[in-house]
């Protein structure tokens, strides 16, 4: 159980930086410092790997334990494990550090919920900015077709394609 309990605080861990990055993601969206957003994605990336990894190693280690009880599981959750233990101790343990995941997982998700949402209108007003800086217009309201014919070339942008 030890070797399980280990692996938990590392889930917890690895969640918690995550979940710092994802503030420092925030100011950095809100500032727009391209660069360090691409360092903020490669940290997570890692920690993305190493969450993966411990909960890998969490399931191996929940059905070794399983196996050794001579019990079965059907998934391997946290919630089927506390139902099969039968110590006390260990099953308000257990629920301890499934409270912990399941609070600090609620609020990384909130919080890249928040940072996705951020990403969205920064491309958005992106999109709109080259949309008005590369469109020419397709209807001139002011002048008729003729007026447009003559007076612009077609295709007109303000960048110099050929430059």
Do not use: C, W
């Amino acid at each position: 159980m030890e070797m399980l309990y280990e692996l938990l605080d590392n889930l917890i861990q690895l969640h918690k930086a995550l979940y710092t990055l994802s503030q420092h993601k925030k100011e950095v969206l809100i500032k727009g410092n391209v660069d360090e957003l691409v360092a903020i994605t490669r940290q997570e990336q890692k920690l993305i790997k190493g969450v993966t990894a411990a909960e890998t190693a969490r399931l191996n280690v929940v059905r070794e334990l399983t196996a050794e009880k001579g019990l079965t599981l059907q998934e391997g959750t946290m919630a089927e494990l506390i139902k099969l233990t039968t110590s006390a101790e260990e099953k308000t343990r257990l629920a301890s550090y499934r409270n912990g995941l399941t609070s600090i997982v609620s609020e990384l998700s909130k919080e890249n919920e928040f940072n996705q949402q951020l990403l969205e209108q920064s491309l958005s007003f992106v999109n709109m900015t080259l949309d008005l800086i590369t469109d020419t217009p397709e209807d001139d309201l002011f002048y008729g077709k003729s007026a447009l014919n003559t007076n612009r070339q077609v295709n007109s942008t303000f960048f110099n394609k050929k430059a």
